[in-house]
């Protein structure tokens, strides 16, 4: 099983970062890549599985701070716990790349 999931993470793990049309889709594409990597987290899977699928990618650095922050957070075993904590993790990410924006206005 846990094969499976390590092979999945792979897999979206290189089709996600697909070229962005604009801030906003690259925002959207890492926040999806962010509430995969913390669900693949609150399931157990291991963190150097979650490391080695990213591999060297086009923005791996970036995406290794997603898994290091996700497994710096707790798991846990509540459904609807779970859940919050991936949507909160996805919009913490989310949040921070519009943020970060070059265009937009200090």
Not at 43 to 72: C, F, H, T, W
């Amino acid at each position: 099983m846990k094969k499976i999931a390590l092979a999945l993470t792979a897999v979206l793990m290189m089709v996600g970062p697909v070229v962005a049309e604009s801030w906003d889709d690259r925002c959207a594409a890492d926040a999806k890549l962010a509430a995969l990597i913390m669900t693949q987290r609150q399931k157990g899977i291991p963190m150097s599985g979650q490391m080695k699928a990213i591999g060297n990618m086009p923005e791996a650095s970036l995406y290794r701070k997603m898994v290091i922050d996700a497994y710096e957070r707790p798991r846990y075993r509540t459904s609807e716990i779970v859940q919050r904590e991936i949507e909160d993790f996805r919009d913490r990410w989310y949040l921070g790349c519009i943020k970060s924006d070059p265009s937009r206005k200090k």
